[in-house]
């Protein structure tokens, strides 16, 4: 299979936030129960290292980063969102897209990404797993589902290897 990774756009929303809403209708991908605005989405990411895998006009993922925290000493520190579409998993169109974020992440200058995967999600978790990421624990009943129910997430990390300590301090 053939396709393009490359710079999510303004115009890539309508495709994005339709994967999004695939991701919300499994029930095992976030906590969010409905499609955000491109504006509201807008605010809540980095600007930097948001990436969609193309085949010519057509979306088949997406992945990007959210701050985890407005304090300056944590601004190397990101939130992966992945999400690829339905009829296109298992094509390593995830681990390609994660791949290439790392590689952006590291370019703009961020330390540590991390991830809250529902402990069910066995796939997302094996993806991470394969490009770098560690278990650093369980998050016991973290939030609770709009099915009903606590739900506990794994919480994983991945620490740059290239943006290393002596680089922290700049």
Not at 154 to 170: A, P, Y
Request: proline share 1%; hydrophobic share 35%.
């Amino acid at each position: 299979m053939e396709y393009s990774i490359d710079e999510m756009k303004k115009e890539d929303w309508i495709q994005v936030g339709s994967i999004y809403k695939e991701g919300i209708e499994t029930g095992n991908a976030t906590f969010q129960t409905e499609i955000p605005t491109w504006e509201d989405w807008d605010k809540g990411h980095i600007s930097k290292c948001r990436l969609v895998a193309r085949q010519e006009n057509k979306i088949l993922g997406w992945i990007a980063l959210s701050p985890v925290s407005s304090r300056c000493v944590y601004s190397g520190v990101a939130e992966v969102s992945i999400y690829i579409k339905e009829q296109y998993r298992g094509n390593r169109i995830g681990e390609n897209l994660l791949s290439k974020l790392i590689e952006c992440s590291e370019t703009n200058g961020f330390w540590t990404l991390q991830s809250g995967i529902f402990v069910e999600n066995h796939a997302s978790l094996a993806l991470h797993k394969k490009c770098g990421f560690r278990v650093i624990g369980i998050r016991e009943k973290f939030g609770k589902s709009n099915r009903g129910g606590w739900r506990d997430i794994v919480f994983l990390e991945r620490r740059s290897k290239v943006v290393g300590i002596d680089q922290r301090s700049n």
